[in-house]
């Protein structure tokens, strides 16, 4: 079975503060990771996935294998950074969630 | 160039009633998904089609749900003798491939009220 796990479900920085949401995967296969992002009163849109390795809107995240996690990082937070984040794993064609983390970012 | 749509956008509905739950994917999508949210939740998978078949329903929690896209477009989620536990919003994402491997692309929700 898959299961993701983002520990943390608030997460409060400053502007230009760096960012990292933690995301933790438990899967007996080769998974595929992705982040999701929803901004106020918008649908969820995908951010990024891991096997582009791009960064999008600043952001990066790079697959562990060996600590099994996809960390989301951004190196300065900016106020429209602030948004609901969740992780997911992609294996036998569905997408499996976590409980998402609230980040906020303050002036 | 429309997303997925979704309708009703909110449902009010008494405890023991049927509700239809629609979902219009982006045309040319032969992927289609039902995930439920409940509050302070991540989605959770319910089920996918992959053109007219359910590839996957395990996710559907007990036999009051069930789903249908019978002509490899449009689907609807359907729910009999409702629960307030049933409350959430249910969302449906459409994508080209499998949701593993390519990007899923959400409505906007169905709000679900159960009294």
């Known amino acids: 079975a898959q299961r993701v796990t983002q520990p943390e479900k608030l997460l409060s920085v400053f502007k230009g503060a760096p960012v990292e949401l933690k995301c933790n995967y438990s899967?007996?296969?080769?998974?595929?990771l992705f982040w999701y992002v929803q901004y106020s009163r918008q649908r969820l849109q995908l951010l990024l996935r891991?096997?582009s390795r791009e960064s999008i809107k600043g952001f990066t995240a790079d697959l562990n294998k060996g600590e099994t996690s996809f960390h989301l990082k951004k190196p300065f937070a900016q106020e429209e950074d602030s948004a609901m984040y969740y992780c997911?794993?992609?294996?036998?064609?569905?997408?499996?969630f976590g409980t998402g983390t609230r980040l906020q970012v303050t002036l | 160039g429309a997303g997925v749509s979704q309708t009703p956008s909110n449902k009010v509905t008494e405890k023991g009633k049927y509700v239809e739950l629609r979902c219009d994917p982006i045309s040319g999508h032969t992927a289609l998904y039902w995930y439920r949210q409940s509050l302070g939740q991540g989605p959770e998978f319910l089920i996918y089609?992959?053109?007219?078949?359910?590839?996957?329903d395990s996710g559907l929690p007990n036999d009051r749900f069930f789903a249908v896209r019978p002509e490899g477009s449009v689907s609807t989620l359907k729910i009999q003798r409702t629960e307030r536990g049933d409350s959430a919003v249910y969302l449906c994402?459409?994508?080209?491939?499998?949701?593993?491997?390519?990007?899923?692309?959400f409505g906007e929700g169905s709000r679900l009220t159960v009294l």
């Open positions: 899967y007996s296969g080769s998974p595929e």
């Open positions: 891991h096997i």
């Open positions: 994402a459409s994508g080209v491939g499998a949701g593993n491997t390519g990007e899923l692309f």
């Open positions: 997911a794993l992609g294996a036998a064609s569905k997408l499996t």
């Open positions: 089609f992959q053109g007219t078949g359910a590839a996957d």
